[in-house]
T-cell receptor
Framework: ETGVTQTPRHLVMGMTNKKSLKCEQH?????MYWYKQSAKKPLELMFV???????ENNSVPSRFSPECPNSSHLFLHLHTLQPEDSALYLC??????????????FGPGTRLTVT | SQKIEQNSEALNIQEGKTATLTCNYT??????LQWYRQDPGRGPVFLLL?????KEKRKERLKVTFDTTLKQSLFHITASQPADSATYLC?????????FGAGTRLFVKA
């Protein structure tokens, strides 16, 4: 148990559906991240929040919409996704966005399948 | 552009032997390098961080080296066990500037 939880663990959705992924960290960290992990590819950073302010948005399609209501919770709202969006979506947290200690703590991920 | 290379082929070793995984990088001079372990269907778990002024770092059966001239890190697991079977990710930098490699799959046979 890393102190970062994600729900749901598995999600199957059609291309016209709207769903949300939820992440909660119990570590008192200031930074939270969303990553996408496709098979045999490196983690792709999607969004970064520092104390509820978005720090980074790596050219992610608008069909992915993040929300960070407080420093412990992070959401990823999904709508009109494409089959190529099927992947493992990982939430992570770290003490700060760019200060020691630098390591990140990951949740178990949501396995998303778009049909 | 920055590039991280980890052996895409799986590494198969016998229990009790030392596993050595390689991480090479180009077009980057990171001040930190991290190693994570990832089990199938789970999130990565942080193992070790080594700084550019540290040549070697150890934690229990794990040892990491960082050669900034060769732009290479080696990750060693001594006295390997079947429970060490997982994918190991190399990551350059830290915080929101972290760049991850695709990982190397390790299988330890009993």
């Amino acid at each position: 148990e890393t102190g970062v939880t994600q729900t749901p663990r598995h999600l199957v959705m059609g291309m016209t559906n709207k769903k949300s992924l939820k992440c909660e960290q119990h570590l008192g960290h200031n930074a939270m991240y969303w990553y996408k992990q496709s098979a045999k590819k490196p983690l792709e950073l999607m969004f970064v929040y520092s104390l509820e302010e978005r720090v980074e948005n790596n050219s992610v399609p608008s069909r992915f919409s993040p929300e960070c209501p407080n420093s412990s919770h992070l959401f990823l709202h999904l709508h009109t996704l494409q089959p190529e969006d099927s992947a493992l979506y990982l939430c992570a947290s770290s003490q700060d966005v760019l200060a020691d200690p630098y390591e990140q703590y990951f949740g178990p991920g949501t396995r998303l399948t778009v049909t | 552009s920055q590039k991280i290379e980890q052996n895409s082929e799986a590494l198969n070793i016998q229990e009790g032997k030392t596993a050595t995984l390689t991480c090479n990088y180009t077009n980057y001079s990171p001040a930190y390098l991290q190693w994570y372990r990832q089990d199938p269907g789970r999130g990565p778990v942080f193992l070790l961080l080594i700084r550019e002024n540290e040549k070697e770092k150890r934690k229990e059966r794990l040892k990491v080296t960082f050669d900034t001239t060769l732009k290479q890190s080696l990750f060693h697991i001594t006295a390997s066990q079947p429970a060490d079977s997982a994918t190991y990710l190399c990551a350059l930098g830290g915080g929101f500037k972290t760049i991850f490699g695709a990982g190397t799959r390790l299988f330890v046979k009993a």
